[in-house]
């Protein structure tokens, strides 16, 4: 079975500061879908930025970037010029489509703190 | 931008009663989900419909569940006997139904059982 791990359950940055949030998973697929979602004390779900499995790019959304590394199962979140804004939970999520439509398997996610 | 609209965004009931957590998906999606979060933990998916039928459904989702799209728009949740351990915040989603899957989620509905 997937899983998906976060084992940060807390971190913090200044404000300005870069911070980098890890996320392993685990899956015998090949060809799937990785996100991470911001979830603020508002508790709505927010799609950050997503990884195709089968590109080798890290994808990059303004401050927001991805490393992925295929072959250790890694896809961990960096955050630049961190802002108030951007403290929230933030979850690791996989998705794999194939048979049935598939589902998000999603970690437990890490508790951001920004600093001022 | 669409959104997913879910309704109401706080529900409080009585144990043993039935509620119905409303969700109108994104209007060209094909694909819809229901996912549950107790307080602190993390989000777990309860069931994914697609055609008019469910396509996929987690341990969670038990008899006391039930989905339904009434109408072309609006897609249901339903917990026939609600218990004390159902209060969770119960977030809809939906997709566009191709491999590439960003699912957008709705605020979500806060269900606190009493």
């Known amino acids: 079975a997937q899983t998906v791990t976060q084992s940060q359950p807390e971190m913090s940055v200044q404000e300005a500061e870069t911070v980098t949030l890890s996320c392993t998973y685990d899956?015998?697929?090949?060809?799937?879908?990785l996100f991470w979602y911001k979830q603020p004390p508002s508790r709505q779900m927010i799609l950050v930025i997503r990884?195709?499995?089968?590109?080798?790019q890290n994808a990059t959304e303004n401050r927001f970037s991805v490393n992925f590394q295929k072959a250790a199962k890694s896809f961990s979140l960096k955050i630049s010029d961190s802002q108030l804004g951007d403290a929230a939970m933030y979850f690791c999520a996989y998705f794999f489509y194939g048979g049935s439509q598939g589902n998000l398997i999603f970690g437990k996610g890490t508790k951001l703190s920004v600093k001022p | 931008e669409p959104e997913v609209t879910q309704t109401p965004s706080h529900q409080v009931t009585q144990m043993g009663q039935e509620v119905i957590l409303r969700c109108v998906p994104i209007?060209?999606?094909?694909?819809f989900y229901w996912y549950r979060q107790i307080l602190g933990q993390k989000v777990e998916f309860l069931v994914s419909f697609y055609n008019n039928e469910i396509s996929e459904k987690s341990e969670i989702f038990d008899d006391q569940f039930s989905v339904e799209r009434p109408d072309g728009s609006n897609f249901t949740l339903k917990i026939r006997s609600t218990k004390l351990e159902d209060s969770a915040m119960y977030f809809c989603?939906?997709?566009?139904?191709?491999?590439?899957?960003?699912?957008?989620f709705g605020d979500g509905t806060r269900l606190s059982i009493l």
């Open positions: 899956t015998s697929e090949s060809d799937y879908y």
């Open positions: 209007s060209n999606h094909l694909y």
């Open positions: 989603a939906s997709g566009q139904g191709s491999s590439y899957q960003p699912q957008h």
């Open positions: 990884q195709e499995a089968y590109k080798q």
